[in-house]
């Protein structure tokens, strides 16, 4: 690059780009065009792309905090005490905060599952050592090849209306009548039906976490405050749940050593295996979840 240092500084810089041009122009052109002429050609040229190489960053980012989800979980993250990861730039964004005085993150997934477009958003509390077992409510209609797992199990919960919209599954089994138990049934029911206008949501118990997940990007803070309240919710629901004798809390507790750690049963034939941590999964079990079921794990492929 030459720069002739007499001649009178350029008032419009343009850059054309393969994908947008960006023009400039006013007193910060005449000041970059002055700065240039005192420099020589290498100089000269490095203090160029630094600066188209802040001008693409610039655009990048606030690209990204036009991202609805980020920052619906960001305002949400504010307002809860909690912080904010944005996920850097191919990454998703994560919240961490506080829940009943136990770890909770809220996490999103946008991308392909066994060829198929998936997303999901999901608050996940940790309360590996105290779940009183596994219990999945689901909608109708949803997840029916992982509800195969549990064979003809079908429990009521009690409600008419609630039991010919919702399925529930759970081992051990007597876990459904503490929950959904009569002086508190409305109120569980209350919880989960609150998500009934988000895509597929399900309420998922294991032996590590409790998940809230719906198979949808949510893009809105007040959508995302309705999965947080209902985790809160039946945070309290499954933790005063706990049996009184600890003879099916040990069953469940065994998971680990040749169970399932989404659906509590035995991991026979068709498993996958988490790419981070290779802890075995059922297929339609992984699939259900979308993602490794691993405490802290944050595997999202299989490995065969
Ligand atoms: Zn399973
Ligand atoms: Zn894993």
Known sequence: MRVLPHAAPPRVLVLHGSLFDVRLS????????????????????????VAVGAIVVGLIVSFRR??????????????????????????????SLTLGGRPAWIE???????????SWTR??????GVSPGSLH????????????????????????DFDSRYVVRATPES????????????????SAQRLRNLRNPTIDLDTNTLIVQVREYVGNERDLMELVKTA?????????????????????????GGLCLVCGTALREALVRCENCKTPHHA????????????????????A
């Open 232 to 256: 809160e919710e039946f945070l309290t629901y499954v933790l005063v749940a706990s049996p009184p004798t600890g003879i099916e809390f040990g069953e469940v507790q065994a998971a680990g």
């Open 137 to 160: 409510i689901l909608q109708e209609g949803f997840g029916q090849a992982f509800l195969k797992i549990f064979g003809a199990q079908d429990l009521n919960v009690g409600d008419e």
């Open 66 to 95: 036009k991202d609805a989800p980020a920052a619906a979980a960001r305002s949400l993250a504010v307002r809860l005490g909690g912080s904010f990861e944005d996920g850097g730039l191919f990454g998703e964004p994560q919240v």
């Open 108 to 118: 999103y997934y946008r991308g392909v599952l066994n060829n198929f477009q998936s």
């Open 175 to 190: 876990l459904v009548t503490r929950v959904f138990r009569p002086e508190q049934r409305h109120r569980v029911i209350a």
């Open 123 to 128: 608050v996940v509390v940790g309360i590996r």
């Open 26 to 49: 006013g007193k910060p052109v005449r000041c970059m065009t002055t700065t240039l002429a005192a420099m020589s050609g290498a100089e000269a040229a490095v203090f160029l792309l």
């Open 284 to 303: 339609e079990c992984w699939n259900y979840m979308g993602r490794c079921s691993t405490y802290a794990c944050k595997g999202r492929r299989t490995t």
